[in-house]
């Protein structure tokens, strides 16, 4: 329901703010702004994509968690994609996404509410997620070699 509001609330208060900057700057100069910033959303767009690849390949190189590249990228790209949306309430929220501390606590808060939902399902039932956890699986190379037509000892934990 939340969303229905949101996809119905923000079209209407674009268009009140259109009214308004428009006949405080007249036309051609809210025409300027709005195409400006839909040239910069383009441009961000492409450049911070190809940025974020490289990002993700730089941290697939070094063995690197590829979450934070990833998460700033996405971010980014929202960014560009609501300043090409045309809008004044968009570019600002587009705009303020471009800034690099506001982004980072953003993406902060958003993974606190992430983690807090991510649960594990297994046969005992559900219990929550743990870091400290490593699920594997193992061959254990000290036991004398296996004999023919039998399998190596394997474990599962």
Known sequence: MWLFLLLLAVPVVEIALFVQIGGWLTLWPTLA?????????????RRQGLRTLADLRA?????????????????????????????????????????????????????????????????????????????GEYVDITAPPPRAGTTPLRSRH
């Open 33 to 45: 702004i709005v195409l400006a910033t839909g040239a910069a959303g383009a441009i961000l767009i």
């Open 59 to 135: 941290a697939a190189d070094g063995l690197r968690d590829p979450l934070g590249p990833l998460a700033h990228g996405l971010a980014i790209m929202v960014a560009g994609l609501l300043l090409i949306t045309p809008g004044f309430m968009t570019d600002t929220v587009g705009l303020l996404l471009l800034v690099p501390p506001l982004r980072a606590a953003l993406l902060r808060r958003a993974a606190q509410v992430l983690a807090a939902r991510v649960v594990t399902v297994r046969a005992g039932g559900v219990r929550p997620a743990r870091e400290d956890v490593i699920d």
